[in-house]
């Protein structure tokens, strides 16, 4: 049996439409990070962030020996992590991993709340996070420009830390 040849094909073949979406794809991974984010995607994933962070730091401390502190500023968007030299003065981390800032931009720290100094809302306040991790239960409030928040509780000597959202004041278990 001979099947009639069509010498005039009209359409795309399989081929061309691959290659059209990953040219697709391409543009999409590269345009889409640089898309302006919202305030509120913003605070979550400053807040998971700084959760994520505050747990690693407390598992550096542990694992290799060294020391470190947050020193922030309740109220700002100011916090600053510090590895604590051999002379106990503080340098920037040798970890590449907590060089980077973990407050997106306009994140504001609302207060900080250890129970040994109460509730913080102004001043500049040192964070020791020593081998055996954090000295006290600490509770960030972090605070959107629109007004939102999202909590960060890390807890001592484990490393556990736990975000939320909203203004939380107790774990919630």
């Known amino acids: 049996m001979n099947f009639p040849v069509s010498k005039n094909r009209a359409g795309f073949t399989l081929i ?84 980077k800032p973990p407050l997106k931009e306009g994140i504001q720290i609302a207060d900080v709340v250890v129970p040994r100094l109460g509730k913080v809302l102004e001043g500049q306040l040192r964070l020791d996070v020593g081998v055996a991790g954090l000295r006290d239960f600490v509770t960030f409030h972090l605070r959107s420009p629109e007004g939102t928040f999202w909590t960060v509780m890390a807890f001592p000597a484990g490393g556990k830390v736990k975000f939320y959202e909203g203004y939380q004041e107790e774990p919630q278990w």
């Open 16 to 99: 061309e439409i691959v290659v059209v979406m990953v040219i697709i794809s391409m543009l999409a991974l590269l345009v889409l990070p640089r898309l302006p984010s919202s305030d509120a995607e913003n605070l979550k994933i400053s807040a998971r962030t700084l959760a994520a962070t505050l747990r690693y730091l407390q598992e550096r401390a542990a694992t290799s020996g060294s020391r470190y502190y947050l020193n922030l500023e309740p109220g700002t968007d100011q916090l600053r992590l510090f590895e604590i030299a051999a002379d106990g003065s503080g340098r920037e981390p040798s970890d590449p991993l907590l060089q």
